[in-house]
């Protein structure tokens, strides 16, 4: 069986984009994959919170859009977002939505843009649809499906031979989870690769019903569901002698060490299954969730085994602190240390930005930085572009050390915009990744 993908979906109506951003993180705990969202109105309107989102999740993002021009996808797009799907909304392609669809395609690749449909009348119109395949659809996101409409499904589905989203029915209690799971069994075997879970609405996500029926789709398909094809057994690593294996967990973005400790078989599955760090406590004997009891949760970005499959390396998004003592790391005691060159070029960066916020917020009399914030963004402005002109000049010149100054003095006035503009170094290195 292939990797079955869940994908919540955080558009609830009339919510503010912090609310999306908490049923983000509760759908990554519960295990899912990536998160959908409604655009509503037109780019302008929800680009700022789709920005938002982006910002404050790890978990891909999907937005369904009504796309009536490229920029609305392009745009979309560079907010950050993992794939477009655009709306077919009168059921039936036209020659201005498949232009679209190809050049966005062509563009951004097939895999960046999918088509959001439905049933209508218990039917959908594959003659129609696969035409979105052919000018360069990656995929199909459909809703309204309910179970009598399996057979049309299939068909779709053996037509297309492309990935396939299909939004679940509402859960509004734990009494519907069986029923659900039934649906969702004949889903998966219809060769639906990719399950759409609604948030209940419930105010208390402890009460919610959602976790048990992800819960019991993961059972459904035997632990599978977050899994990566190319996992290895537990039976193929080498134990310690109290048959476990140590685990370094790593910051995935900085790279930074945050602590040590060990797994068995049941927590190396669960990890899988869960997508959030499980270990085993050798005092207490028993599984440990990392941030059970304090919100402290890492959530598994990458697993690596080591060339003598004897220590596995976890690249993990840290919520809160790693360390039971509060500190960012568990490795803060020096034993012993020579001197070293130990500068990192994007956390000079960072350090640099972090002492410029500073200044607009704490100014300091007789600060340049705070000089310039005075005088405001035409000033600002103003530097930025002499800077600019100074590089050109200094590459004309046949010293390239010039052209180093040039630039230190054009990044320091760069950032200078960036921060009068609320623009982050992160916003900037997530825009180009979004490029690659």
């Not at 709306?87 to 951004?108: C, H, K, M, Q, W």
């Not at 009348?121 to 395949?133: A, M, V, Y």
């Not at 993961?218 to 899994?227: E, G, Q």
């Not at 840290?318 to 020579?338: D, E, R, W």
Request: charged content about 30%; some cysteine; proline content about 3%.
């Amino acid at each position: 069986m292939n990797k079955i993908k869940l994908i919540g979906n955080i558009s609830i109506p009339y919510s503010e984009p912090k609310e999306k951003v908490e049923i983000a993180n509760y759908f990554k705990k519960i295990g899912v994959d990536e998160l959908i969202y409604n655009g509503e109105g037109s780019y302008e309107e929800y680009v700022e919170e789709i920005k938002y989102i982006t910002k404050n999740t790890d978990l891909p993002l999907n937005v369904n859009i009504i796309a009536k021009r490229f920029d609305d996808i392009k745009y979309t797009l560079y907010a950050g977002v993992n794939r477009v799907c655009c709306y077919d909304l009168d059921g039936a392609s036209t020659s201005v939505e498949l232009d679209l669809i190809n050049e966005s395609s062509l563009r951004f690749g097939k895999e960046k843009i999918f088509i959001s449909t439905q049933f209508r009348d218990g039917r959908l119109d594959i003659g129609d649809l696969k035409e979105f395949k052919l000018f360069g659809a990656g995929g199909f996101f459909i809703n309204d499906y309910n179970e009598a409409n399996i057979q049309e499904l299939k068909d779709f589905i053996s037509e297309v031979q492309l990935p396939i989203a299909v939004n679940t029915a509402c859960l509004t209690t734990d009494k519907e989870i069986s029923g659900m799971l039934d649906a969702t069994k004949e889903l998966i075997e219809a060769g639906v690769d990719t399950l759409i879970i609604n948030y209940t609405g419930y105010t208390s996500q402890e009460e919610d019903p959602t976790s048990d029926f992800v819960s019991g789709i993961k059972a459904l398909i035997a632990k599978d569901l977050n899994k990566d094809v190319n996992a290895l057994a537990f039976e193929e690593f080498k134990l310690n002698s109290d048959g476990l294996i140590p685990v370094i967990a790593q910051d995935y973005k900085t790279g930074d060490v945050l602590m040590m400790a060990y797994m068995n078989k049941e927590a190396y599955e669960k990890t899988l299954e869960t997508g959030t760090m499980t270990y085993f406590s050798r005092s207490r004997q028993s599984l440990w969730v990392k941030g059970e009891t304090s919100g402290h949760f890492q959530y598994v970005q990458e697993l690596i085994i080591d060339c003598d499959k004897d220590t596995i390396l976890a690249k993990v998004k840290q919520i809160g602190v790693a360390c039971h003592t509060g500190s960012p790391n568990c490795f803060f005691t020096p034993l012993y240390k020579k001197e070293y060159d130990s500068v990192n070029p994007l956390k000079i960066l960072e350090e640099d930005y972090d002492i410029i916020v500073n200044r607009k917020n704490n100014p300091r009399e007789g600060s340049y930085t705070n000089y310039l914030f005075e005088k405001g963004l035409d000033k600002i402005l103003k530097k930025v572009g002499e800077e600019a002109t100074e590089i050109i000049i200094a590459a004309k010149n046949p010293n390239p050390e010039e052209i180093k100054y040039e630039m230190a003095d054009f990044l320091y006035h760069a950032m200078v915009l960036m921060v009068e503009k609320g623009v982050t170094w992160d916003d900037v290195v997530r825009e180009l990744a979004n490029r690659r």
